[in-house]
């Protein structure tokens, strides 16, 4: 809402010393958020006068018509002579009064004024377009042509009210009351302690048969509408320049004097209000709900289909209006013929929630429909509508209708009963009862009682309906910046979870191992899923879907983090940076299979439902609670690294080595560590890996095992897809499920202090058997006395070990806990591991 | 070594004059001391105490003496044996110092050498400074409570007081998702617009009283921006308990602020709207840079705050009633505040982000500097 200083204080009688700074301070002290304050004319410098237009002369020969004027600018000039300029415009002729500024004056953005040569004359001054004043557009495309009545040499800086100081603020959706003069009126009186001439305490006259005819068949969505009509108007009335001016500040575009006066009402007093060209109304005015498929061109020219929910404004053939949002076209006020002399003013308050609705529904927002929303006072309409009868008969020259209709649901003021001492308790503050009626006063409140207020609100305050809102009203006049600090006293706290904790330390360790985090959007297109090689059938591409993406591209939330970190490791090689290791740990989004506990693993799963809307006004319970969480989308953690380039960097201590398939799977491993939680890793195959190097990862969650990810190199053909560099590595999984198979807390193993027997085998196996396997049986082999086993070399040669062999050197080291182990005893042990390993993989002893 | 010299010669026993013995003594000093390698030194040692050294070659002729010549030759020959033993010790000494020293010498590095052979990983800033400010309240007895991203309306909104055509709920530009049945169909599923649902099911699951503090990840329907991204953080604050005031909110506000930015530090709340809190209001806090000292100062302007003295924060207020409601709390016997604010605004005016738009894109320049901790 835009406030002129000036307009305000027809309201306040503010210090004439205030500026509009000082202004937006007090207002922003009582919670108006007054965004700017706007210098209007700051910079502009006369002389800037009224002159007539003596002569016109046509110029020819250039790429648009110019013409050469004389104008008599008075004594404006020092001399009386007339003043000789150079104009581009058009709209004005030998007579016309225009505004001219004069060689020596600066206007608006700094342009200082001189005589100067253009177009083969010399140009003393200009005759000026209200853009070039920092008008505003007036809709006019040429230059400011005055009514005749204004005198030759007249200072127009102040003619046109050119310098003022405009308050922005931006108000809150509960206060409504504030998108007008009137309210921002009064809670500037109240911030600074003055008494307010409220516009809206009008003589109005009371209802009587012969107004215009009006029914309202709704009465819940039209709780009060008055209509009046004003007669003999002069078509060619124009707005005069103080009323022009003051829509132009407060943001609003003069069209025609009936629709500027009901515009400057309405930013007066925050009453929307509609002119009818009455002679283009037919019958009775009707307010009713529409039925569907009805139509209605609204003055915008869309012609709308209507819903039986919405509100509408009839006459006898129909829908004229939807009400509280715009009206129609037929029965608009005809402001490029001129020919509308008769009038029937609305002035009606519509349920909010009712505009609200069809003002969405039919994506039309307008100056009322946003006031209604907010709140509107019911009883401002009369006066408004008293208002708007007013200036129509002194600007427009009309006689004002003895009929006066009003029809008025009945309703009692809202009384709120506030225990006197509760804006205390809220607060924290001894404010005391007398404070606190007299603050509720102020706001408009009558309050009655002792220790339990009874207080009626005003009106115009829709929003006070609860005691923390009258709280609200006392505690911020009585000031938010004088609030004291203090301090509750928490019980003690658990600190963070163990899931918690893990994340941070799953974060750190990632970190720590070279990774860097990023963190994507969400949001995946199918094209992703399909480059990334899913199948058809891949449970990772039933999606949750948006209904408002923000790109069609992308309407969907992921189900693996790897789109967004491969188009971060894109990203950052495309700027440059080659060497990458990046993870992310985030939400991912699966629809909800009905019945199901487990996401994506049942694509053809019955119904989902769609999640119920519970009530507010109790607890729900813990069914309804249940139900409501069955409609969201599973969301499981995951966590997921991506590499290319070279993990070591080669230097002066040697060769570095690229990133690889292991450093993936390591980076698995690294989380099942810090989760202590046992890894399997196994050869797989997935979607974007490479068949040859992809490891499958699994847990044994209460006694089942469960696939929870992949690591390894990802496909050349994905890679090539996707435009990433080549060899790049990712790994994936869900790290909920990783938690889940944690071990808890670690046992802490006995340490023996007897001596180590170390024991290397080196075993022949044929090339497809997994390390892991080979591993597995020595384990199971060697026995308890095995303290620890390491692989420490890999080596194939088809000439030593036959083709398709290879050959896999273990480091045994057993101990046992209370002897020094013999020689014996540790070869017997080996021998075992390797025996186990021979009948289970085939393995040999290397000779 | 020869038998005992048993025929007495007195003139066949020169060696054993003094001065002889003074020379041998000298001419072996002499070379230790001229010997400038541990070579040089063991060719002197072997020359001079050697068994064919002059001194091992008198001692010999000692007992050739007459028995009244022995013992003094014997003394003579002795001391200048020690003598010699001593020092050839002692140059010993003096050149494997000399030669440790010049071995440490000839190792010594170019200690400026870069070395960078795995590149340091890092932990996005928004990540840690979620948990930075958490810390400040899990230090004070608050819990960290966690929620779903893609969230029933109902705990987004309608438990929050936001009416379904209240104006304040399509200020919140809201991502939809799509029913089961498709477009059309009303899911009553979103991406919650703010981390206050996480208010609710805290107020739903916990027991009374609740101090909570919940960071994480929301969305509205923003495109990105220098200023906007459509996904972002935001840190909420809950604490529900019988008698809690506005000035207990005022009080933790500026307990966080110390805690982050420094123990001059206070917040300022104005008056706001928010159908969840009741009152409301917007906090700001000092500039951390100017301390508001650039306010009216035009010579010492001050870009964090824009001069302004105050810097915005978030919203905040006392928990509306009806929230207490809809959740189960009685509101006669309990209150509460809350408040929130966005992660990615406080770390571009603590940390000097100019653009929205580096924290979101993942380049690593950008976030290694931050490291592990913010």
Same mark, same amino acid.
């Given at each position: 809402?835009?406030?002129?200083?000036?307009?305000?204080?027809?309201?306040?009688?503010?210090?004439?010393?205030?500026?509009?700074?000082?202004?937006?301070?007090?207002?922003?002290?009582?919670?108006?958020?007054?965004?700017?304050?706007?210098?209007?004319?700051?910079?502009?410098?006369?002389?800037?006068?009224?002159?007539?237009?003596?002569?016109?002369?046509?110029?020819?020969?250039?790429?648009?018509?110019?013409?050469?004027?004389?104008?008599?600018?008075?004594?404006?000039?020092?001399?009386?002579?007339?003043?000789?300029?150079?104009?581009?415009?058009?709209?004005?002729?030998?007579?016309?009064?225009?505004?001219?500024?004069?060689?020596?004056?600066?206007?608006?953005?700094?342009?200082?004024?001189?005589?100067?040569?253009?177009?083969?004359?010399?140009?003393?001054?200009?005759?000026?377009?209200?853009?070039?004043?920092?008008?505003?557009?007036?809709?006019?495309?040429?230059?400011?042509?005055?009514?005749?009545?204004?005198?030759?040499?007249?200072?127009?800086?102040?003619?046109?009210?050119?310098?003022?100081?405009?308050?922005?603020?931006?108000?809150?959706?509960?206060?409504?009351?504030?998108?007008?003069?009137?309210?921002?009126?009064?809670?500037?009186?109240?911030?600074?302690?003055?008494?307010?001439?409220?516009?809206?305490?009008?003589?109005?006259?009371?209802?009587?048969?012969?107004?215009?005819?009006?029914?309202?068949?709704?009465?819940?969505?039209?709780?009060?509408?008055?209509?009046?009509?004003?007669?003999?108007?002069?078509?060619?009335?124009?707005?005069?320049?103080?009323?022009?001016?003051? !829509?132009?500040?407060?943001?609003?575009?003069?069209?025609?004097?009936?629709?500027?006066?009901?515009?400057?009402?309405?930013?007066?007093?925050?009453?929307?209000?509609?002119?009818?060209?009455?002679?283009?109304?037919?019958?009775?005015?009707?307010?009713?709900?529409?039925?569907?498929?009805?139509?209605?061109?609204?003055?915008?020219?869309?012609?709308?289909?209507?819903?039986?929910?919405?509100?509408?404004?009839?006459?006898?053939?129909?829908?004229?209006? !939807?009400?509280?949002?715009?009206?129609?076209?037929?029965? &608009?006020?005809?402001?490029?013929?001129?020919?509308?002399?008769?009038?029937?003013?609305?002035?009606?308050?519509?349920?909010?929630?009712?505009?609200?609705?069809?003002?969405?529904?039919?994506?039309?927002?307008?100056?009322?429909?946003?006031?209604?929303?907010?709140?509107?006072?019911?009883?401002?309409?009369?006066?408004?509508?008293?208002?708007?009868?007013?200036?129509?008969?002194?600007?427009?020259?009309?006689?004002?209708?003895?009929?006066?209709?009003?029809?008025?649901?009945?309703?009692?003021?809202?009384?709120?009963?506030?225990?006197?001492?509760?804006?205390?308790?809220?607060?924290?503050?001894?404010?005391?009862?007398?404070?606190?009626?007299?603050?509720?006063? &102020?706001?408009?409140?009558? #309050?009655?009682?002792?220790?339990?207020?009874?207080?009626?609100?005003?009106?115009?305050?829709?929003?006070?309906?609860?005691?923390?809102?009258?709280?609200?009203?006392?505690?911020?006049? &009585?000031?938010?910046?004088? !609030?004291?600090?203090?301090?509750?006293?928490?019980?003690?706290?658990?600190?963070?979870?163990?899931?918690?904790?893990?994340?941070?330390?799953?974060?750190?360790?990632?970190?720590?191992?070279?990774?860097?985090?990023?963190?994507?959007?969400?949001?995946?297109?199918?094209?992703?899923?399909?480059?990334?090689?899913?199948?058809?059938?891949?449970?990772?591409?039933?999606?949750?879907?948006?209904?408002?993406?923000?790109?069609?591209?992308?309407?969907?939330?992921?189900?693996?983090?790897?789109?967004?970190?491969?188009?971060?490791?894109?990203?950052?090689?495309?700027?440059?940076?080659?060497?990458?290791?990046?993870?992310?740990?985030?939400?991912?989004?699966?629809?909800?299979?009905?019945?199901?506990?487990?996401?994506?693993? $049942?694509?053809?799963?019955?119904?989902?439902?769609?999640?119920?809307?519970?009530?507010?006004?109790?607890?729900?319970?813990?069914?309804?609670?249940?139900?409501?969480?069955?409609?969201?989308?599973?969301?499981?953690?995951?966590?997921?690294?991506?590499?290319?380039?070279?993990?070591?960097?080669?230097?002066?201590?040697?060769?570095?080595?690229?990133?690889?398939?292991?450093?993936? #799977?390591?980076?698995?491993?690294?989380?099942?560590?810090?989760?202590?939680?046992?890894?399997?890793?196994?050869?797989?195959?997935?979607?974007?890996?490479?068949?040859?190097?992809?490891?499958?990862?699994?847990?044994?969650?209460?006694?089942?095992?469960?696939?929870?990810?992949?690591?390894?190199?990802?496909?050349?053909?994905?890679?090539?897809? !996707?435009?990433?560099?080549?060899?790049?590595?990712?790994?994936?999984?869900?790290?909920?499920?990783?938690?889940?198979?944690?071990?808890?807390?670690?046992?802490?193993?006995?340490?023996?202090?007897?001596?180590?027997?170390?024991?290397?085998?080196?075993?022949?196996?044929?090339?497809?058997?997994?390390?892991?396997?080979?591993?597995?049986?020595?384990?199971?082999?060697?026995?308890?006395?095995? &303290?620890?086993?390491?692989?420490?070399?890999?080596?194939?040669?088809?000439?030593?070990?036959?083709?398709?062999?290879?050959?896999?050197?273990?480091?045994?080291?057993?101990?046992?806990?209370?002897?020094?182990? $013999?020689?014996?005893?540790?070869?017997?042990?080996?021998?075992?591991?390797?025996?186990?390993?021979?009948?289970?993989?085939?393995?040999?002893?290397?000779? | 070594?020869?038998?005992? =010299?048993?025929?007495?010669?007195?003139?066949?026993?020169?060696?054993?004059?003094?001065?002889?013995?003074?020379?041998?003594?000298?001419?072996?000093?002499?070379?230790?001391?001229?010997? %400038? @390698?541990?070579?040089?030194?063991?060719?002197? /040692?072997?020359?001079?105490?050697?068994?064919?050294?002059?001194?091992?070659?008198?001692?010999?002729?000692?007992?050739?003496?007459?028995?009244?010549?022995?013992?003094?030759?014997?003394?003579?020959?002795?001391?200048?044996?020690?003598?010699?033993?001593?020092?050839?010790?002692?140059?010993?000494?003096?050149?494997?110092?000399?030669?440790?020293?010049?071995?440490? *010498?000839?190792? @010594? *590095?170019?200690?400026?050498?870069?070395?960078?052979?795995?590149?340091?990983?890092?932990?996005?800033?928004?990540?840690?400074?979620?948990?930075?400010?958490?810390?400040?309240?899990?230090?004070?007895?608050?819990?960290?409570?966690?929620?779903?991203?893609?969230?029933?309306?109902?705990?987004?909104?309608?438990?929050?007081?936001?009416?379904? %055509?209240?104006?304040?709920?399509?200020?919140?530009?809201?991502?939809?998702?799509?029913?089961?049945?498709?477009? %059309?169909?009303?899911?009553?599923?979103?991406?919650?617009?703010?981390?206050?649902?996480?208010?609710?099911?805290?107020?739903? %699951?916990?027991?009374?009283?609740?101090?909570?503090?919940?960071?994480?990840?929301?969305?509205?329907?923003?495109?990105?921006?220098?200023?906007?991204?459509?996904?972002?953080?935001?840190?909420?604050?809950?604490?529900?308990?019988?008698?809690?005031?506005?000035?207990?909110? /005022?009080?933790?506000?500026?307990?966080? *602020?110390?805690?982050?930015?420094?123990?001059?530090?206070?917040?300022?709340?104005?008056? =706001?709207?928010?159908?969840?809190?009741?009152?409301?209001?917007?906090?700001?806090?000092?500039?951390?840079?100017? /301390?508001?000292?650039?306010?009216?100062?035009?010579? +010492?302007?001050?870009?964090?705050?824009?001069?302004?003295?105050?810097?915005?924060?978030?919203?905040?207020?006392?928990?509306?009633?009806?929230?207490?409601?809809?959740?189960?709390?009685?509101?006669?016997?309990?209150?509460?505040?809350?408040?929130?604010?966005?992660?990615? +605004?406080?770390?571009?005016?603590?940390?000097?982000?100019?653009?929205? +738009?580096?924290?979101?894109?993942?380049?690593? +320049?950008?976030?290694?500097?931050?490291?592990?901790?913010?």
């Amino acid at each position: 809402m835009r406030i002129p200083l000036s307009w305000l204080r027809e309201y306040v009688d503010l210090p004439a010393t205030e500026t509009g700074r000082d202004v937006q301070d007090k207002l922003i002290s009582v919670g108006l958020e007054v965004e700017t304050v706007e210098q209007l004319g700051a910079d502009l410098k006369g002389p800037l006068v009224v002159g007539q237009v003596l002569t016109i002369e046509e110029l020819d020969g250039f790429k648009k018509p110019i013409r050469f004027c004389t104008v008599d600018v008075g004594r404006a000039n020092g001399t009386g002579e007339p003043q000789e300029i150079v104009c581009g415009a058009r709209n004005f002729e030998v007579g016309d009064k225009v505004v001219v500024v004069l060689p020596g004056a600066v206007l608006p953005g700094g342009f200082a004024i001189s005589a100067r040569k253009t177009y083969g004359k010399v140009s003393h001054g200009m005759i000026c377009s209200s853009d070039e004043l920092g008008m505003g557009d007036d809709g006019s495309k040429g230059i400011i042509v005055l009514t005749p009545e204004h005198e030759v040499g007249t200072d127009a800086i102040e003619l046109l009210q050119l310098v003022d100081e405009v308050l922005d603020i931006a108000v809150t959706p509960d206060r409504g009351y504030c998108l007008s003069l009137r309210g921002v009126a009064r809670e500037t009186a109240i911030a600074y302690g003055l008494p307010l001439r409220d516009p809206a305490l009008l003589d109005v006259p009371g209802p009587n048969a012969f107004g215009y005819p009006v029914q309202v068949a709704d009465p819940f969505g039209c709780d009060r509408f008055t209509a009046r009509t004003v007669t003999g108007l002069d078509p060619e009335a124009r707005s005069p320049i103080w009323l022009r001016r003051r !829509l132009q500040k407060a943001g609003m575009r003069p069209i025609s004097l009936a629709v500027d006066i009901t515009n400057y009402v309405m930013l007066e007093l925050g009453q929307p209000l509609h002119a009818y060209d009455r002679a283009r109304v037919q019958g009775t005015i009707g307010v009713r709900r529409a039925t569907a498929g009805e139509k209605l061109t609204t003055l915008d020219g869309v012609t709308r289909t209507l819903d039986a929910e919405d509100l509408v404004i009839t006459d006898d053939r129909g829908p004229i209006g !939807l009400a509280g949002v715009m009206g129609g076209a037929t029965t &608009e006020i005809d402001d490029t013929d001129g020919t509308t002399t008769e009038v029937v003013v609305e002035a009606a308050h519509f349920d909010a929630v009712s505009v609200a609705r069809t003002a969405r529904r039919h994506k039309l927002s307008s100056e009322a429909s946003r006031r209604f929303e907010r709140g509107v006072d019911p009883r401002a309409a009369s006066a408004a509508a008293q208002r708007t009868v007013d200036l129509l008969v002194l600007l427009a020259g009309g006689t004002a209708d003895a009929g006066v209709t009003e029809v008025i649901a009945p309703s009692a003021p809202r009384t709120i009963t506030l225990p006197a001492a509760h804006p205390d308790r809220v607060a924290g503050v001894d404010y005391g009862r007398e404070t606190v009626v007299r603050r509720l006063q &102020e706001i408009g409140c009558d #309050v009655y009682g002792q220790d339990e207020l009874i207080v009626t609100v005003p009106s115009w305050r829709s929003d006070l309906t609860d005691p923390n809102d009258l709280a609200e009203e006392v505690i911020r006049l &009585e000031g938010y910046e004088n !609030l004291p600090a203090t301090l509750p006293k928490p019980p003690a706290g658990l600190g963070l979870t163990e899931r918690q904790r893990l994340h941070r330390r799953i974060g750190r360790a990632l970190a720590g191992a070279g990774y860097v985090e990023a963190l994507n959007y969400p949001f995946i297109g199918e094209q992703i899923l399909d480059q990334l090689n899913l199948a058809a059938d891949d449970p990772n591409r039933r999606v949750v879907t948006l209904v408002n993406p923000l790109s069609d591209e992308e309407p969907a939330l992921r189900t693996t983090l790897l789109p967004g970190l491969l188009g971060a490791l894109r990203r950052n090689d495309g700027r440059g940076s080659h060497d990458l290791a990046l993870f992310e740990t985030g939400l991912v989004f699966h629809p909800r299979a009905a019945g199901s506990g487990e996401a994506g693993e $049942t694509p053809a799963a019955a119904e989902p439902t769609a999640a119920v809307r519970l009530p507010v006004d109790r607890r729900p319970t813990d069914a309804e609670i249940a139900a409501l969480t069955e409609a969201l989308p599973e969301q499981p953690r995951h966590a997921a690294v991506v590499l290319a380039g070279a993990r070591e960097q080669t230097g002066w201590w040697g060769t570095g080595r690229p990133a690889d398939w292991a450093d993936a #799977v390591e980076a698995a491993r690294l989380l099942a560590r810090e989760t202590g939680t046992e890894l399997l890793v196994r050869k797989g195959q997935y979607g974007p890996w490479h068949p040859g190097r992809c490891a499958e990862l699994a847990v044994v969650v209460d006694g089942a095992e469960q696939v929870i990810g992949y690591a390894g190199e990802l496909h050349p053909g994905v890679l090539k897809k !996707l435009g990433l560099p080549p060899r790049t590595c990712a790994m994936e999984l869900n790290l909920d499920v990783l938690e889940q198979a944690g071990a808890g807390l670690v046992t802490s193993p006995r340490i023996s202090t007897f001596p180590v027997a170390t024991q290397d085998v080196a075993l022949v196996v044929d090339a497809g058997v997994p390390s892991a396997d080979v591993e597995a049986a020595l384990r199971e082999g060697a026995g308890e006395l095995l &303290e620890s086993i390491r692989l420490f070399d890999v080596y194939e040669n088809a000439e030593q070990l036959g083709a398709g062999r290879k050959s896999l050197a273990y480091a045994l080291r057993f101990r046992a806990a209370d002897r020094t182990l $013999t020689v014996d005893e540790a070869s017997a042990a080996r021998d075992a591991a390797v025996n186990v390993a021979g009948e289970r993989m085939g393995a040999v002893l290397r000779g | 070594m020869s038998a005992p =010299n048993k025929s007495y010669d007195p003139v066949e026993v020169e060696t054993l004059k003094p001065e002889e013995i003074e020379r041998m003594r000298d001419e072996a000093l002499a070379a230790f001391a001229a010997a %400038d @390698s541990l070579d040089a030194l063991h060719e002197a /040692k072997v020359a001079h105490t050697g068994p064919a050294s002059p001194l091992a070659l008198a001692n010999r002729e000692i007992g050739a003496l007459p028995p009244q010549a022995k013992a003094e030759a014997g003394k003579r020959v002795g001391q200048a044996r020690g003598a010699v033993n001593k020092a050839l010790g002692g140059r010993q000494g003096e050149l494997e110092a000399e030669r440790d020293a010049r071995v440490l *010498v000839e190792e @010594s *590095v170019d200690v400026t050498l870069p070395y960078d052979r795995v590149p340091a990983g890092a932990r996005h800033p928004l990540t840690t400074m979620m948990e930075r400010v958490s810390d400040v309240f899990v230090s004070m007895g608050y819990e960290i409570a966690e929620g779903p991203e893609a969230e029933a309306e109902w705990f987004n909104f309608d438990a929050l007081n936001f009416t379904p %055509d209240h104006p304040a709920r399509q200020m919140q530009d809201t991502f939809f998702v799509q029913g089961p049945a498709g477009d %059309d169909a009303e899911s009553g599923v979103i991406l919650r617009t703010h981390t206050s649902p996480v208010q609710v099911r805290a107020l739903l %699951d916990r027991e009374l009283p609740v101090y909570i503090v919940c960071p994480g990840r929301v969305y509205r329907t923003d495109e990105l921006d220098a200023t906007h991204t459509p996904v972002f953080h935001q840190i909420e604050l809950l604490a529900v308990d019988e008698g809690l005031t506005m000035a207990d909110l /005022k009080g933790t506000l500026d307990h966080m *602020v110390r805690s982050l930015f420094g123990a001059d530090m206070k917040t300022r709340l104005r008056p =706001n709207y928010f159908p969840f809190t009741e009152p409301s209001a917007e906090m700001d806090m000092l500039c951390y840079v100017c /301390k508001g000292e650039s306010v009216g100062n035009p010579d +010492r302007p001050c870009r964090t705050c824009s001069s302004e003295g105050w810097i915005e924060l978030g919203g905040c207020g006392m928990v509306n009633p009806r929230v207490l409601t809809a959740c189960g709390v009685d509101p006669e016997k309990y209150s509460g505040f809350a408040f929130g604010f966005g992660i990615e +605004r406080m770390l571009m005016f603590r940390h000097n982000v100019e653009d929205m +738009r580096d924290m979101v894109e993942g380049d690593v +320049r950008f976030t290694r500097p931050f490291g592990m901790e913010i």
